[in-house]
């Protein structure tokens, strides 16, 4: 038996296309394209690849994207200036700084300074409040492509069990949030957790977050359990030599040819959650621009 595979990057597009109708139906009402404004510091490739795809993503689905490349060496208070000015500039609905930051601009500062209206991310601490608070407003992201996954999946989660797999304040605890609001039972393990396995071999629902490469094996898999792999971990198959550069290959944190025998739907990677993750970016910008617009008209 083998699961089913739950295709993010298909599933992708079909957001995508929603929220093509969407910003066109806005921008049409409102003489004005949704704006999406991606902030990177520094020079790191993988980093620049990546903002420069949401970028292409929100141009293809009708939002003006723009991309600003800082210097690695900007300081807190130049880029507390720069979200100052796209906090009051009314032609930006949503803000994304890019994530890790360089080490002299601290990251809780910076996340706090971005407008929470704008915060397309939803890692602002009024946007993490509301959402703890079943007031759900911008969601982040990851957790909100995961919860489509499901959803696709055919997830029952009414009084299911649940296990999230590692508690950052970008994944871990807001997809807690959300499947808590949907009725599940809901369990948070992390790098303390006593017999990691016996608490994920419980679960229905089995959303992994923690950046290790393939620490869940297929034996921790209960038979039948929907898998949610959000790690993306790049391993090193060969090393660089002669010139040539080493090779690599992207995986996720959980075995995925073990737990597919046992899992009955579980998403790739890559081509499972990351896409989502994307996709949910443009749909969160929408959102925004509309809240936006709302508010401003009582
Ligand atoms: N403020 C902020 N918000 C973020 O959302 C954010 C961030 N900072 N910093 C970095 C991480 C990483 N991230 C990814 C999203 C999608 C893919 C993705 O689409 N991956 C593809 C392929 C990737 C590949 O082949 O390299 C896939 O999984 O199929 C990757 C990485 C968003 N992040």
């Known amino acids: 038996m083998s699961a089913t595979l739950l295709d993010g990057k298909k599933l992708a597009e079909t957001v995508r296309n929603e929220v093509r109708v969407g910003v066109a139906e806005f921008t049409k009402t409102h003489g004005r394209p949704?704006?999406?404004?991606?902030?990177?510091?520094?020079?790191?490739?993988a980093s620049q690849i990546y903002t420069r795809?949401?970028?292409?993503?929100?141009?293809?689905v009708g939002i003006r994207g723009k991309l600003h490349v800082l210097p690695a060496d900007t300081s807190e208070d130049a880029l507390l200036r720069?979200?100052?000015?796209?906090?009051?500039?009314?032609?930006?609905d949503g803000i994304l700084v890019q994530l890790p930051l360089p080490k002299q601009i601290r990251e809780q500062r910076v996340l706090d300074a971005i407008r929470p209206d704008k915060d397309v991310d939803g890692f602002h601490p009024v946007n993490a409040g509301m959402l703890a608070s079943g007031r759900p407003s911008l969601v982040p992201c990851t957790p909100r492509g995961s919860m489509r996954l499901?959803?696709?999946?055919?997830?029952?989660?009414?009084?299911?069990?649940?296990?999230?797999?590692?508690?950052?304040?970008?994944?871990?605890k807001p997809m807690a949030q959300l499947l808590l609001a949907a009725n599940a039972t809901v369990t948070m393990a992390h790098s303390r957790?006593?017999?990691?396995?016996?608490?994920?071999?419980e679960a229905d629902v089995l959303v992994v977050a923690v950046g290790k490469a393939e620490l869940v094996r297929g034996d921790w898999v209960k038979p039948g359990a929907v898998v949610i792999d959000v790690g993306m971990n790049r391993i090193e198959l060969a090393p660089a030599k002669d010139g040539e550069p080493a090779k690599t290959?992207?995986?996720?944190?959980?075995?995925?040819?073990?737990?597919?025998e046992r899992a009955s739907a579980i998403t790739p990677?890559?081509?499972?959650?990351?896409?989502?993750?994307?996709?949910?970016?443009?749909?969160?910008?929408?959102?925004?621009?509309r809240a936006r617009v709302a508010a401003k008209n009582g």
């Open 82 to 92: 720069e979200l100052d000015r796209l906090n009051n500039d009314d032609t930006v």
């Open 150 to 172: 499901l959803d696709l999946a055919g997830a029952r989660l009414e009084g299911a069990r649940a296990v999230v797999v590692g508690r950052s304040n970008i994944v871990g």
């Open 249 to 260: 290959k992207l995986v996720g944190d959980v075995a995925f040819d073990e737990a597919k």
């Open 53 to 60: 795809n949401k970028e292409k993503a929100a141009k293809e």
């Open 269 to 289: 990677v890559p081509g499972g959650v990351g896409p989502m993750t994307i996709a949910c970016l443009l749909d969160n910008t929408l959102v925004a621009a």
């Open 193 to 201: 957790t006593k017999d990691l396995a016996a608490v994920c071999r």
């Open 34 to 45: 949704p704006g999406l404004e991606v902030i990177l510091v520094g020079e790191d490739p």
